[in-house]
């Protein structure tokens, strides 16, 4: 069974940085693109970034240039380091990874405001 476990969400300031953690179990982590997406308050969920399993990345045109998306296949991690952050990245962050038809974790809040 797939499982995969968010971490680092928090409150920060706009302009700062956080980085955000996901740990995957129950499968063979290297063989799978995987990704964070997040969902704000009355909005649909969206694609932030994903990792193909051939370490391939690409972004959402909001995020790019502020967040990089990295995988450690060691340690079935896949990590979104965020900076310059901004108010309306304010939303829960959940990380998935392209197993059958698809897994989420659980997600974690991420809130940006002064």
């Known amino acids: 069974q797939v499982q995969l476990v968010e971490s680092g969400g928090g409150l920060v300031q706009p302009g700062g940085s956080l980085r955000l953690s996901c740990a995957a179990s129950?499968?063979?982590?290297?063989?799978?693109?995987v990704g964070w997406g997040r969902q704000a308050p009355g909005k649909q969920r969206e694609q932030v970034a994903h990792?193909?399993?051939?370490?391939?990345?690409n972004y959402a045109d909001s995020v790019k240039g502020r967040f990089t998306i990295s995988r450690d296949n060691a340690k079935k991690t896949v990590y979104l380091q965020m900076n310059s952050l901004k108010p309306e990245d304010t939303a829960v962050y959940y990380c998935?990874?392209?197993?059958?038809?698809?897994?989420w974790g659980q997600g974690t809040q991420v809130t940006v405001s002064s």
């Open positions: 998935y990874a392209n197993v059958g038809s698809g897994s």
């Open positions: 129950g499968i063979i982590f290297s063989l799978y693109g």
């Open positions: 990792i193909s399993s051939g370490g391939v990345t």
